[in-house]
Nanobody, 127 residues
Framework: QVQLVESGGGLVQAGGSLRLSCAAS????????MGWFRQAPGKEREFVAH????????YYADSVKGRFSISRDNAKNTVYLQMNSLKPEDTAVYYC????????????????????WGQGTQVTVSS
């Protein structure tokens, strides 16, 4: 049974940085694409970033492109989200997620593309 545990959230001033971690157990992420989503109060969960399983190609939402970076450490079975130049509108609960299938290379920007989710970590950016 896969378990994803996010950490690294917190309160930061606008312009600051945070690095989120997502530690996986029960699934060897080396063979899985991974994604990050976020959900602000009263809003739908939205795509943030995705990293492919094979060549580490990455994809980002336009709102975070150039500021956020997703990476993976297969030896640690962990995925990261480095967030720089944070803005108040980045405030949300951040979730990591994994698709159901190994070697998945399909669509990635919908929450329906993923079957395993972490519990989320709160990121609050003050102005």
């Amino acid at each position: 049974q896969v378990q994803l545990v996010e950490s690294g959230g917190g309160l930061v001033q606008a312009g600051g940085s945070l690095r989120l971690s997502c530690a996986a157990s029960g699934r060897t992420i080396r063979y899985y694409a991974m994604g990050w989503f976020r959900q602000a109060p009263g809003k739908e969960r939205e795509f943030v970033a995705h990293i492919k399983w094979n060549d580490a190609t990455t994809y980002y939402a336009d709102s975070v492109k150039g500021r956020f970076s997703i990476s993976r450490d297969n030896a640690k079975n962990t995925v990261y989200l480095q967030m720089n130049s944070l803005k108040p509108e980045d405030t949300a609960v951040y979730y990591c997620a994994s698709p159901a299938l190994q070697f998945y290379s399909g669509t990635y920007a919908s929450h329906r593309d993923y079957d395993a989710w972490g519990q989320g970590t709160q990121v609050t950016v003050s102005s």
